[in-house]
């Protein structure tokens, strides 16, 4: 069983920058490959960035490549989503995911535990 808790979401201009967290439990943490996935009003989830177990191997979708890095510290359970030059179509519930699956083809629907959730808004 796995956990996980976002944060580091906010309000913030275009332009900007942020780096959400996500925090989680247990002893099999580096097991998993993890991704952000990411929900706007009235839009469907999302795929945004994975990353292997190891570090390894890191993927984007092309809406956030060359903006976004995805990254993770296994000793700390914690996985990073550094978030810069955002538009204000960034604006979404970004999530957290982990799988046990490839992080080169992560998708929904190969999740085995998910977040709650945070809000990132960005203004232009």
């Known amino acids: 069983q796995v956990q996980l808790v976002e944060s580091g979401g906010g309000l913030l201009q275009a332009g900007g920058s942020l780096r959400l967290s996500c925090a989680a439990s247990?002893?099999?943490?580096?097991?998993?490959?993890m991704g952000w996935f990411r929900q706007a009003p009235g839009k469907e989830r999302e795929f945004v960035a994975a990353i292997s177990w190891n570090g390894s191997g890191t993927y984007y979708a092309d809406s956030v490549r060359g903006r976004f890095t995805i990254a993770r510290d296994n000793a700390k359970n914690t996985v990073y989503l550094q978030m810069n030059s955002m538009k204000p179509e960034d604006t979404a519930v970004y999530y957290c995911a982990a799988g046990l699956g490839s992080a080169s083809t992560m998708n929904l629907n190969g999740m085995d535990y998910w977040g709650k959730g945070t809000l990132v808004t960005v203004s232009s």
């Open positions: 247990g002893r099999t943490f580096s097991r998993y490959a």
